[in-house]
């Protein structure tokens, strides 16, 4: 099992930015796909952006153009930089490997409102 700790969000206004960060233990995370997912209240988690280990990178419909996900394995920390947010952007956002079954940290949470 690896840590996952996300950390970087909170209240902004619509239009703003955020970046988030998400740090892992151990060593072998530079040879894992990462993603980070979000879920709203009432809603299920959903997929927002995943990196490969050679830092190839997809995004959801709804962020592309918007988000840009990035990894420093040096760091063990893979990021997810959030630009022009909207208010339906608004939800919990966590991190994890895309193709291991790992336990879920406890996400941060982005409020876009004004």
């Known amino acids: 099992q690896v840590q996952l700790v996300e950390s970087g969000g909170g209240l902004v206004q619509p239009g703003g930015s955020l970046r988030l960060s998400c740090a892992a233990s151990?060593?072998?995370?530079?040879?894992?796909?990462m993603a980070w997912y979000r879920q709203a209240p009432g809603k299920q988690r959903e997929l927002v952006a995943s990196i490969t280990s050679g830092s190839r990178t997809d995004y959801a419909d709804f962020v592309k153009g918007r988000f840009l996900i990035s990894r420093d394995n040096t760091k063990n920390t893979v990021y997810l930089r959030m630009n022009s947010l909207k208010p339906e952007d608004t939800a919990v956002y966590y991190c994890?490997?895309?193709?291991?079954?790992?336990?879920w940290g406890q996400g941060t949470q982005v409020t876009v409102s004004s």
């Open positions: 151990g060593s072998f995370f530079r040879d894992y796909a």
């Open positions: 994890n490997f895309v193709s291991l079954n790992n336990p």
